[in-house]
């Protein structure tokens, strides 16, 4: 996680890896706190590749957004953009069109944000590992030059 002042942002990762197993997730997290954070991110549910998105208070979710989109493979890019107490998820296969994917209204102190992966123990069921592979994480207002 990096430190972020509490303004509007907008910040973009590339995924070189793909979610393909139960419960498999990779994403961007923005924190006010442990108990305090939105989480925006693909998963696998086992079945297929979902977006998801939910905004935490006290380790108890507001899901945003839960539906399946249809990546076919990788790379993966996905950006959440915040404006006041608005947010806004989108993602890409190619990282030149991006599909929206979810905008709420969430107040949050930012103080970290950065990308986050992970499998989740799910009824009983034991995910097998996953490694996420970043290619980069930055906030697009100081984007890199080729």
Same mark, same amino acid.
């Given at each position: ?5 509490? &303004?509007?942002? *907008?910040? /973009? &990762? ?14 961007? %997290?923005? /924190?006010?706190?442990?108990?305090? =954070?939105?989480? @925006? *991110?693909?998963?696998?549910?086992? =079945? ?26 990788? !790379?993966?890019?996905?950006? %959440? ?15 030149? $069109?991006?599909?929206?994917? &979810? $905008? @709420?209204?969430?107040? %949050? ?13 799910? =009824?009983?069921?034991?995910?097998? !590992? @996953?490694?996420?592979?970043?290619? =980069? ?10």
């Amino acid at each position: 996680m990096q430190t972020i002042a509490n &303004v509007d942002f *907008e910040v /973009e &990762v590339k995924f070189d890896s793909t979610v393909a197993a139960a419960y498999q997730m990779q994403g961007i %997290l923005a /924190e006010q706190d442990s108990d305090k =954070y939105v989480r @925006f *991110e693909v998963h696998h549910s086992g =079945y297929t590749t979902r977006l998801f998105s939910a905004a935490f208070s006290n380790d108890v979710p507001t899901v945003q957004v839960n539906t399946p989109i249809s990546v076919g493979g990788t !790379p993966l890019w996905l950006r %959440l953009k915040r404006s006041a107490n608005l947010w806004f998820g989108a993602w890409s296969t190619d990282g030149i $069109t991006f599909t929206p994917g &979810v $905008t @709420f209204n969430w107040a %949050l102190t930012v103080t970290k944000i950065g990308p986050f992966a992970g499998n989740q123990a799910n =009824y009983g069921f034991s995910p097998p !590992p @996953f490694t996420a592979a970043i290619d =980069y994480f930055f906030n697009t207002a100081s984007r890199l030059s080729p």
